[in-house]
């Protein structure tokens, strides 16, 4: 076992490996303050076969013992992740995802089990770089370390890695991930914060990731295992090349120019037809033929508009899609607009109630609180045109309402002037 340690914000970050987790490709057993978290990576042996994209799996679990309480209700298990957990997870992958080789196609799981909370020390940003270093001393193929820093500001000042108290009552949260030299992802509420002031933070944020990124090289330089070899997923260059003889750069950019995305899928449609006739004796390629046909013809749109500045709609590149907005469309519920830019439409119903009805949330923070704003998006599969069985709303669909929900708080009236609950489903 080693330990390894670092000033950060003023209290010690202890990483501990070898201690815990023999088994898994990696693991890191952090300490910061009294918040302990078990942060591992595994991966599998070999690539899953019939998909097209990295099968990564973030996880972060939270316990009431960390906090010494009993999960509340009558079953004293807990059950589905919270919304926290959830929105967690999202901002560890976020990062995270596009280090991974683009060709990799094995299993890989990264899990988070909070074991214990000091308020003053944030469990979500233990498991933010507990995640980046388990991966980085692993055998998994990373092009990391990635580090992130989490940014409060109380009375005007900033706070680096605040307290659970100065996140929920401080008028900024931000989150910023960074690799080598270059901020990789921004994530931010702010109570009307000036844009001078937000890049201010950004950048003392950034500043932070640079120490922690030179921590995790240290213990990846002592402790890291050699990167295991695997085998690669990506589309050959004689499959492009043979679906370019059969469809040349012209008429994919014919195929995709159209604002209508029925007629753009119905001409890819009878592209991949034309190419699974044409292929049909190359089993291997027939496997991967979709995957090479959607790169193709994001290739294309790419450079129809970055070389040619002709968007497949037609658009500018400085032209947006037409907007609409109608309200009252739906009768009897307390509110109701459709929203529509281009063929993307959001029909959003507010239903309002008395403060009685606010909903409560029983968090790590050891505080049980009411959240008298809440905005809940649902992405039904009709919508894309697609056929599925609805199973409740999934990670990106709690996502996504979480997005919107942390820009309208800000500015909703205070309970003094309008002393009601809402409730927005979109």
Known sequence: MKTFTMELAGRTLKVEIGKVGKQANGCAFMQYGDTTVLCTATASDKP????????LSVEYGEKFYAVGKFPGGFNKREGKPSENAILTSRVIDRPMRPLFPKD???DVTIENMVMSVDTNCRPELVAMIGSSIAVSISDIP???PCAMTQIGLVDGEFIVNPSQEQWNTGDMRLTVASVGQKVIMIEAGCNEVPEEK????IYLAHDVNLKVIEFIKGIVAEVGKPKHSYESCAV???LFDAIKEVVPQEEMEKAVFTDEKQQREANIAE???RLTEKFADNEEWLAILGEAIYQYEKKTVRKMILK??????GRQINEIRPLSAEIDLIPRVHGSAMFTRGQTQICDVTTLAPLSELQKVEGLD?????KRYIHQYNFPAYSVGETKVSRGPGRREIGHGALAERALLPVLPSTEEFPYAIRCVS
């Open 48 to 55: 899953r076969d019939g998909i097209d994209f990295f099968p």
């Open 104 to 106: 990799y196609r094995n």
């Open 142 to 144: 990373f092009d990391g």
């Open 198 to 201: 937000m890049k201010e933070a």
């Open 236 to 238: 050959p260059q004689e």
């Open 271 to 273: 592209i991949t037809d």
């Open 308 to 313: 040619d500045h002709k968007r497949p709609d």
């Open 366 to 370: 050891a505080t049980v609180t009411g």
